[in-house]
T-cell receptor, first 111, second 116 residues
Framework: ETGVTQTPRHLVMGMTNKKSLKCEQHLGHNAMYWYKQSAKKPLELMFV???????ENNSVPSRFSPECPNSSHLFLHLHTLQPEDSALYLC??????????FGSGTRLTVV | AQSVTQLDSHVSVSEGTPVLLRCNYS??????LFWYVQHPNKGLQLLLK??????LVKGINGFEAEFKKSETSFHLTKPSAHMSDAAEYFC??????????????FGQGTTLQVKP
C-alpha cells in the first residue's frame, strides 16, 4: 500500500446509475488530485484540491462531481456517465514538491 | 507552460542489458521532474525525482536519471534490465511554483518489454 487508498478497486455501472469513488490518505498531505487514465492516452488531470478547497477544474463535464470534506478524504461522485468515461481513475496526494503519492486506482466500466 | 515528450512509445531489451528511456521536457521555470512506473493493473509508483539538487538522481530498483538543462532532457537508465522491470514508464513535470496548483503533467508513456 502506498498510503493512498482508493475504493472500490473495480466498478461497473450503467449509464443511469449514481455511484461514488473514494480516496483516503493519512499521510498528512494538503493537496489531493483526481486523474483519469484512458487507454492509449496520457493521464489527464481532472480536479485539484488544496487544503480542502478546489483550485482547479480541468474542464471536466458536470457528470463528474468532486467532494473534499477534509484534507484526508476525496470523493468523485458519478452520475449519467457515458461509455467513453470508462477508464482507470487515479487519486494522488502531495505535500510540498515531494510527496506525490498515487493510489492503486478504480477501474471503472460504464455499460 | 510545461510539457514532456517521451521519445519512444515502446522499448524492448533483453534481460541483463542496459535500459534507456528517453524524455525531453519544456518548462518556463526550473522544473521538477519525475519518473513513475506502472505495472499492469496497478497504480503509479515513484521511481525518482529531480528538484534542482544533484543533476544525477538515483531512484529505486537500480534506476537513475540525469537532468541535462542544455538538452532539456531527463532520460531514465538502468545498467541491467530485470524481467520484473517490464511495465509502463511515465516522465512527469510538475508546475509547482508560486500561484500554481502543483499539478503533474504526464508524458505519453513508454512500454518497456524485457525479453528472457
Amino acid at each position: 500500500e502506498t498510503g493512498v487508498t482508493q475504493t472500490p478497486r473495480h466498478l461497473v455501472m450503467g449509464m443511469t446509475n449514481k455511484k461514488s469513488l473514494k480516496c483516503e490518505q493519512h499521510l498528512g498531505h494538503n493537496a489531493m488530485y483526481w486523474y483519469k487514465q484512458s487507454a492509449k492516452k496520457p493521464l489527464e488531470l481532472m480536479f485539484v484540491y488544496n487544503f480542502k478547497e478546489q483550485t482547479e477544474n480541468n474542464s471536466v463535464p458536470s457528470r463528474f462531481s468532486p467532494e473534499c470534506p477534509n484534507s484526508s478524504h476525496l470523493f468523485l461522485h458519478l452520475h449519467t456517465l457515458q461509455p467513453e468515461d470508462s477508464a482507470l481513475y487515479l487519486c494522488a496526494s502531495r505535500q510540498g514538491n515531494y510527496g506525490y503519492t498515487f493510489g492503486s486506482g478504480t477501474r471503472l466500466t460504464v455499460v | 507552460a510545461q510539457s514532456v515528450t517521451q521519445l519512444d512509445s515502446h522499448v524492448s531489451v533483453s534481460e541483463g542489458t542496459p535500459v534507456l528511456l528517453r524524455c525531453n521536457y519544456s518548462s518556463s521555470y526550473s522544473p521538477s521532474l519525475f519518473w513513475y512506473v506502472q505495472h499492469p493493473n496497478k497504480g503509479l509508483q515513484l521511481l525518482l525525482k529531480y528538484t534542482s539538487a544533484a543533476t544525477l538522481v538515483k531512484g529505486i530498483n537500480g534506476f537513475e536519471a540525469e537532468f541535462k538543462k542544455s538538452e532539456t532532457s531527463f532520460h531514465l537508465t538502468k545498467p541491467s534490465a530485470h524481467m520484473s522491470d517490464a511495465a509502463e514508464y511515465f516522465c512527469v513535470v510538475s508546475d509547482l511554483h508560486s500561484g500554481n496548483t502543483g499539478k503533474l503533467i504526464f508524458g505519453q508513456g513508454t512500454t518497456l518489454q524485457v525479453k528472457p
